[in-house]
């Protein structure tokens, strides 16, 4: 098993984008983690039917998410998490290809490697292991105790696809998929793609100038027209099926 879970956006200031996202999505908060305090941030997790977006966003200065803020000229795309059942083998390969880790730890129902994105390029990219978690309306420690209850789907119910763009795509997407030990593809506009199994991660150039990083991410519409009014409404609707929210590219598919 390999998900596409949670995708995470870094802001200057977390209420606005968590505002946004709720106004155009018609999402709620499940959780607000006091566990990232340590890192000097303040977060959001939000579901998007049974996978998340979560924004964090710094109160401290010098801290891993401001730089990265800075590194990318603004609120953007900061993380791809993805599940697994089985970290050994995953740990093995990472190993093998001599990639770093920014954190690794083992607990008694989540584990979680995060891996150092010089290494990866392209994204902090992370691969967790949740006990009692293949159900995909099960536990989710990231989200909270109770997150099921903060669903909403008459909007949006689900991710589709990561988007991470790069000046050289196809030698990021070589990366993940040496990392992942997944098969590239192509697209239909002949972009090299992971399968997952339940999304997509695709590698498109950077065209914005702000460099590497998570630049989109395709939400399946419930309500396609309520979304595209309410982005309209709020002023971040981009084109027919577009909506900027977080310096994140939300595709409405």
Known sequence: MLRL???????NDLDPVVDDLKGVFGVEVAFNDPGVKSFGLKNAVIPVGHQFVEVVAPIEENTAGGRYLARRGGDGGYMVILQCDDHAPRKARVDDLGIRKVAEADEKNYSIMQLHPQDTSGSFLEIDVQVGGEPFDGPWMPAGKNWQKAIRTERVNGIAAAEIQSPEPEAVADRWSKILDLALERDDEDR?????????????????????????????????????????????????????????RFRIV
């Open 5 to 11: 879970r949670q995708l995470a956006l870094v802001a």
């Open 192 to 248: 090299p793609t992971l399968t997952l199994d339940n999304a997509t991660i695709r590698f498109v150039p950077d065209t914005d100038g702000r460099g590497e990083g998570l630049g989109g991410i395709d939400v399946v519409a419930a309500d396609r027209d309520a979304v595209l009014t309410a982005a309209g409404e709020r002023g971040v609707r981009q084109d027919d099926d577009v909506v900027l929210v977080g310096g994140i």
